[in-house]
Protein backbone atom coordinates (compact mmCIF):
# COMPACT_ATOMS: atom_id res chain seq x y z
CA UNK A 1 0.00 0.00 0.00
CA UNK A 2 1.55 3.28 -0.92
CA UNK A 3 0.65 6.78 1.16
CA UNK A 4 -1.31 9.45 -0.44
CA UNK A 5 0.52 12.19 1.54
CA UNK A 6 4.27 11.84 3.38
CA UNK A 7 6.32 14.34 5.38
CA UNK A 8 9.45 13.94 5.70
CA UNK A 9 11.42 15.93 8.27
CA UNK A 10 8.69 18.60 7.71
CA UNK A 11 8.80 21.20 10.98
CA UNK A 12 7.30 24.80 11.71
CA UNK A 13 8.32 27.27 13.97
CA UNK A 14 5.94 30.37 14.98
CA UNK A 15 7.97 34.31 16.48
CA UNK A 16 9.35 31.98 19.49
CA UNK A 17 8.00 28.66 19.41
CA UNK A 18 8.61 25.56 18.00
CA UNK A 19 4.40 24.10 16.54
CA UNK A 20 6.13 21.05 14.97
CA UNK A 21 9.29 19.57 15.46
CA UNK A 22 11.34 17.51 12.84
CA UNK A 23 8.29 14.92 11.50
CA UNK A 24 7.81 11.97 9.22
CA UNK A 25 4.04 10.69 8.78
CA UNK A 26 2.21 9.11 6.37
CA UNK A 27 -1.51 9.28 5.28
CA UNK A 28 -2.25 5.90 3.83
CA UNK A 29 -4.74 5.91 0.83
CA UNK A 30 -8.50 4.37 1.98
CA UNK A 31 -7.75 4.46 5.53
CA UNK A 32 -8.80 6.53 8.03
CA UNK A 33 -5.69 8.15 10.23
CA UNK A 34 -6.58 9.63 13.58
CA UNK A 35 -4.37 12.62 15.08
CA UNK A 36 -4.82 12.97 19.01
CA UNK A 37 -3.05 14.89 21.82
CA UNK A 38 -3.78 17.88 23.63
CA UNK A 39 -4.29 21.29 22.55
CA UNK A 40 -1.57 23.19 21.63
CA UNK A 41 0.68 19.72 20.40
CA UNK A 42 1.12 20.85 16.53
CA UNK A 43 -2.10 19.22 15.16
CA UNK A 44 -3.78 21.55 13.39
CA UNK A 45 -0.60 23.15 12.24
CA UNK A 46 0.11 19.30 10.50
CA UNK A 47 -3.13 19.84 8.62
CA UNK A 48 -2.51 23.31 7.66
CA UNK A 49 0.96 22.58 6.36
CA UNK A 50 -1.03 19.53 4.24
CA UNK A 51 -3.07 22.36 2.71
CA UNK A 52 -0.57 24.87 2.74
CA UNK A 53 -2.15 27.63 4.62
CA UNK A 54 1.58 28.04 6.00
CA UNK A 55 4.95 26.94 4.79
CA UNK A 56 7.38 24.54 6.43
CA UNK A 57 10.73 25.85 7.86
CA UNK A 58 12.11 22.69 6.57
CA UNK A 59 11.70 19.18 4.64
CA UNK A 60 8.99 18.36 2.28
CA UNK A 61 5.45 16.90 1.65
CA UNK A 62 4.48 14.79 -0.84
CA UNK A 63 0.90 14.42 -2.53
CA UNK A 64 0.65 11.24 -4.46
CA UNK A 65 4.19 10.53 -4.77
CA UNK A 66 4.40 14.89 -6.25
CA UNK A 67 5.88 17.47 -3.71
CA UNK A 68 3.41 20.11 -2.58
CA UNK A 69 5.30 23.69 -3.38
CA UNK A 70 3.66 27.28 -3.77
CA UNK A 71 3.12 26.55 -7.18
CA UNK A 72 1.08 23.09 -7.02
CA UNK A 73 -0.91 23.64 -4.22
CA UNK A 74 -3.32 25.44 -6.34
CA UNK A 75 -4.57 22.31 -8.07
CA UNK A 76 -4.12 20.17 -4.98
CA UNK A 77 -6.29 21.99 -3.26
CA UNK A 78 -9.32 20.62 -5.44
CA UNK A 79 -7.96 17.06 -4.50
CA UNK A 80 -8.19 18.25 -0.62
CA UNK A 81 -11.30 18.54 1.43
CA UNK A 82 -10.91 20.85 4.71
CA UNK A 83 -13.28 21.05 7.24
CA UNK A 84 -12.85 22.95 10.61
CA UNK A 85 -14.19 22.85 13.77
CA UNK A 86 -16.80 25.49 13.28
CA UNK A 87 -17.46 24.29 9.44
CA UNK A 88 -15.95 27.83 8.21
CA UNK A 89 -19.09 28.38 5.91
CA UNK A 90 -19.46 31.39 4.75
CA UNK A 91 -22.13 33.62 6.60
CA UNK A 92 -23.45 35.67 3.58
CA UNK A 93 -23.83 32.58 1.54
CA UNK A 94 -26.73 30.26 1.48
CA UNK A 95 -25.79 26.65 2.56
CA UNK A 96 -26.27 25.89 -1.41
CA UNK A 97 -23.85 28.70 -2.42
CA UNK A 98 -20.76 27.65 0.05
CA UNK A 99 -21.15 23.93 -0.97
CA UNK A 100 -21.21 24.89 -4.64
CA UNK A 101 -18.46 27.79 -4.58
CA UNK A 102 -15.55 25.86 -5.60
CA UNK A 103 -16.93 23.84 -8.72
CA UNK A 104 -18.66 27.19 -10.09
CA UNK A 105 -15.17 28.83 -9.74
CA UNK A 106 -13.87 26.02 -11.33
CA UNK A 107 -16.40 26.34 -13.97
CA UNK A 108 -18.07 23.44 -13.57
CA UNK A 109 -21.69 22.73 -15.52
CA UNK A 110 -24.85 23.88 -13.62
CA UNK A 111 -26.13 20.61 -14.53
CA UNK A 112 -23.42 18.53 -12.99
CA UNK A 113 -22.74 20.53 -9.72
CA UNK A 114 -26.77 20.43 -9.19
CA UNK A 115 -26.72 16.54 -9.71
CA UNK A 116 -23.58 16.21 -7.33
CA UNK A 117 -25.53 18.55 -4.53
CA UNK A 118 -28.94 15.81 -4.67
CA UNK A 119 -26.12 13.03 -4.14
CA UNK A 120 -24.09 14.60 -1.37
CA UNK A 121 -27.75 15.74 0.50
CA UNK A 122 -28.03 11.93 0.52
CA UNK A 123 -24.85 10.94 1.71
CA UNK A 124 -24.72 13.54 4.15
CA UNK A 125 -28.40 12.83 5.37
CA UNK A 126 -28.88 16.59 4.78
CA UNK A 127 -32.41 17.92 3.37
CA UNK A 128 -32.63 20.06 0.33
CA UNK A 129 -35.03 21.81 1.77
CA UNK A 130 -32.97 23.68 3.90
CA UNK A 131 -30.30 24.43 1.06
CA UNK A 132 -31.53 27.70 0.50
CA UNK A 133 -30.85 28.54 4.33
CA UNK A 134 -28.21 30.93 5.65
CA UNK A 135 -25.58 29.47 7.79
CA UNK A 136 -27.04 31.08 11.02
CA UNK A 137 -30.19 29.67 9.86
CA UNK A 138 -28.77 26.22 10.67
CA UNK A 139 -28.11 24.14 14.06
CA UNK A 140 -24.41 22.93 14.52
CA UNK A 141 -24.97 19.61 13.47
CA UNK A 142 -26.62 20.83 10.03
CA UNK A 143 -23.85 23.37 9.54
CA UNK A 144 -20.90 20.41 10.18
CA UNK A 145 -22.76 17.98 7.01
CA UNK A 146 -22.96 21.98 5.27
CA UNK A 147 -19.06 22.26 5.52
CA UNK A 148 -18.40 18.28 4.86
CA UNK A 149 -20.46 18.33 1.60
CA UNK A 150 -18.33 21.46 0.58
CA UNK A 151 -15.55 19.68 1.43
CA UNK A 152 -16.56 16.46 -0.43
CA UNK A 153 -17.98 18.63 -3.96
CA UNK A 154 -14.83 17.75 -5.99
CA UNK A 155 -14.56 14.29 -4.91
CA UNK A 156 -11.15 14.57 -3.14
CA UNK A 157 -8.73 12.62 -2.79
CA UNK A 158 -8.17 13.47 0.87
CA UNK A 159 -10.19 14.93 3.52
CA UNK A 160 -8.61 17.00 6.55
CA UNK A 161 -10.49 17.28 9.30
CA UNK A 162 -9.95 19.52 12.38
CA UNK A 163 -11.60 18.71 15.13
CA UNK A 164 -15.23 19.19 13.15
CA UNK A 165 -17.10 17.58 15.64
CA UNK A 166 -15.45 19.49 18.67
CA UNK A 167 -18.50 21.93 18.99
CA UNK A 168 -21.70 19.73 18.69
CA UNK A 169 -22.99 18.34 21.83
CA UNK A 170 -23.14 14.99 23.14
CA UNK A 171 -26.13 13.55 21.00
CA UNK A 172 -25.50 15.26 17.99
CA UNK A 173 -21.78 14.44 18.11
CA UNK A 174 -22.46 10.80 18.36
CA UNK A 175 -25.31 10.60 15.32
CA UNK A 176 -22.62 13.01 12.89
CA UNK A 177 -19.42 9.97 14.09
CA UNK A 178 -21.43 7.48 12.97
CA UNK A 179 -22.87 9.02 9.67
CA UNK A 180 -18.95 10.21 9.42
CA UNK A 181 -17.93 6.59 10.07
CA UNK A 182 -20.27 5.23 7.18
CA UNK A 183 -19.46 7.81 5.08
CA UNK A 184 -15.55 7.56 4.62
CA UNK A 185 -16.54 3.35 4.41
CA UNK A 186 -18.58 3.91 1.62
CA UNK A 187 -16.63 6.45 -0.16
CA UNK A 188 -13.28 4.42 0.54
CA UNK A 189 -11.98 8.03 1.55
CA UNK A 190 -8.56 8.31 2.81
CA UNK A 191 -8.93 11.18 5.98
CA UNK A 192 -6.68 12.73 8.14
CA UNK A 193 -8.88 13.09 11.17
CA UNK A 194 -7.88 15.51 14.20
CA UNK A 195 -9.43 15.07 17.46
CA UNK A 196 -8.28 15.56 21.13
CA UNK A 197 -10.98 12.98 22.34
CA UNK A 198 -9.94 9.23 22.89
CA UNK A 199 -13.26 7.79 22.28
CA UNK A 200 -13.54 9.38 18.87
CA UNK A 201 -10.01 8.46 18.13
CA UNK A 202 -11.01 4.88 18.87
CA UNK A 203 -14.67 4.71 17.06
CA UNK A 204 -13.21 6.32 14.39
CA UNK A 205 -10.04 3.57 13.70
CA UNK A 206 -7.11 1.70 14.81
CA UNK A 207 -4.16 4.09 13.37
CA UNK A 208 -3.94 7.04 15.73
CA UNK A 209 -1.22 8.88 15.91
CA UNK A 210 -0.62 10.49 19.04
CA UNK A 211 1.56 13.99 19.65
CA UNK A 212 2.75 15.76 22.32
CA UNK A 213 4.43 19.36 22.18
CA UNK A 214 5.05 19.14 18.02
CA UNK A 215 6.24 15.85 18.17
CA UNK A 216 4.72 12.36 17.46
CA UNK A 217 5.51 10.30 20.07
CA UNK A 218 3.62 7.29 19.51
CA UNK A 219 1.57 5.47 16.53
CA UNK A 220 -0.55 2.33 16.44
CA UNK A 221 -4.17 1.21 17.79
CA UNK A 222 -6.05 2.02 20.83
CA UNK A 223 -5.00 -1.17 22.31
CA UNK A 224 -1.36 -0.72 21.06
CA UNK A 225 -0.94 2.50 22.99
CA UNK A 226 -2.83 0.93 25.97
CA UNK A 227 -0.85 -2.44 26.33
CA UNK A 228 2.60 -1.05 24.55
CA UNK A 229 3.47 2.73 25.54
CA UNK A 230 6.36 4.37 23.71
CA UNK A 231 6.62 7.37 26.78
CA UNK A 232 4.61 7.71 29.82
CA UNK A 233 3.06 9.70 28.52
CA UNK A 234 1.27 7.59 26.71
CA UNK A 235 -0.93 6.44 29.31
CA UNK A 236 -0.77 9.75 31.13
CA UNK A 237 -2.76 10.56 28.19
CA UNK A 238 -4.72 7.29 28.42
CA UNK A 239 -5.45 7.51 31.96
CA UNK A 240 -6.59 11.35 31.52
CA UNK A 241 -9.19 10.64 29.54
CA UNK A 242 -10.62 7.85 31.63
CA UNK A 243 -10.63 10.81 34.50
CA UNK A 244 -7.86 8.84 36.48
CA UNK A 245 -5.05 10.26 37.62
CA UNK A 246 -1.86 8.66 37.86
CA UNK A 247 0.35 8.89 41.22
P1 LIG B 1 -3.44 21.87 18.25
O1 LIG B 1 -4.15 21.85 16.95
O2 LIG B 1 -2.85 20.55 18.63
O3 LIG B 1 -4.27 22.44 19.38
P2 LIG B 1 -1.82 23.94 17.02
O4 LIG B 1 -1.23 23.29 15.84
O5 LIG B 1 -2.99 24.84 16.81
O6 LIG B 1 -2.16 22.85 18.13
O7 LIG B 1 -0.70 24.80 17.76
C1 LIG B 1 0.60 24.30 18.01
C2 LIG B 1 1.42 25.39 18.71
O8 LIG B 1 1.65 26.46 17.81
C3 LIG B 1 0.73 25.99 19.92
O9 LIG B 1 1.71 26.27 20.88
C4 LIG B 1 0.13 27.26 19.39
O10 LIG B 1 0.02 28.23 20.39
C5 LIG B 1 1.14 27.68 18.34
N1 LIG B 1 0.51 28.42 17.20
C6 LIG B 1 -0.43 27.96 16.38
N2 LIG B 1 -0.76 28.89 15.45
C7 LIG B 1 0.02 29.98 15.73
C8 LIG B 1 0.18 31.27 15.13
N3 LIG B 1 -0.53 31.62 14.04
N4 LIG B 1 1.07 32.11 15.68
C9 LIG B 1 1.81 31.76 16.76
N5 LIG B 1 1.72 30.55 17.35
C10 LIG B 1 0.84 29.67 16.85
Same mark, same amino acid.
Given at each position: ?S??V?? !?D??? &?Y ?8 ? @??S $? *??G ?22 L??P?S?S???D ?6 D??G ?12 G??FP??TA??? !????? &?HI ?7 ? @??? $? *???E?TR ?9 P ?10 V?L?R????S?E ?6 P???L ?6 S ?8 F?R ?10 DL????Y??D?? $????E ?6 G?A????ER ?5 V??F????R?V???
Amino acid at each position: MSALVKL !VDVSK &RYADATALHST @NLS $V *ERGETTILIGPSGCGKSTLLRLIIRLIEPDSGSIEFDGEPITSDTIGELRRRIGYVIQEGGLFPHLTARAN !VLLMA &RHIGKSEDETQ @NRL $V *ELCELTRFSVNLLSRYPVELSGGQRQRVGLMRALMLSPELLLLDEPLGALDPLVRASLQKDLKEIFARLQQTVLFVTHDLAEATYFGDDI $VLMKEGRIIQRGSATVLRERPADPFVLEFINAQRGVTLT
